[in-house]
Nanobody, 121 residues
């Protein structure tokens, strides 16, 4: 079983920055692909970015050049650095883990409970 706990959300003005963290624990999570998803009110959950166990990354077009995913294996923590935030980035952000195919399909094996990010104009 893998546990994921997000933190770091908050309110920020457009153009600002936030860093989200996801503390991971449990057997085997380090083998998994990990990612960040988000869901805005009234919208479907969407993938933001993933990082594979080999360190390779990919990003949604809407966040390329602004968001950076990284992980600190020594601290068992996944990060999402978000810069140049826009009001349309407002959403609940979720950490996820699982085999790459599942994460890419939006159906990872494990989800965190989410952390809210609100960007005001």
């Amino acid at each position: 079983q893998v546990q994921l706990v997000e933190s770091g959300g908050g309110s920020v003005q457009a153009g600002g920055s936030l860093t989200l963290s996801c503390a991971a624990s449990g057997y085997g999570y380090s083998r998994y692909c990990m990612g960040w998803f988000r869901q805005a009110p009234g919208k479907e959950r969407e993938g933001v970015t993933i990082i594979d166990s080999d360190g390779s990354t990919s990003y949604a077009d809407s966040v390329k050049g602004r968001f950076t995913i990284s992980q600190d294996n020594a601290k068992n923590t996944l990060y999402l650095q978000m810069n140049s935030l826009k009001p349309e980035d407002t959403a609940m952000y979720y950490c996820a883990a699982g085999p790459r195919s599942g994460v890419l399909a939006g159906i990872p094996d494990y989800w965190g409970r989410g952390t809210q990010v609100t960007v005001s104009s």
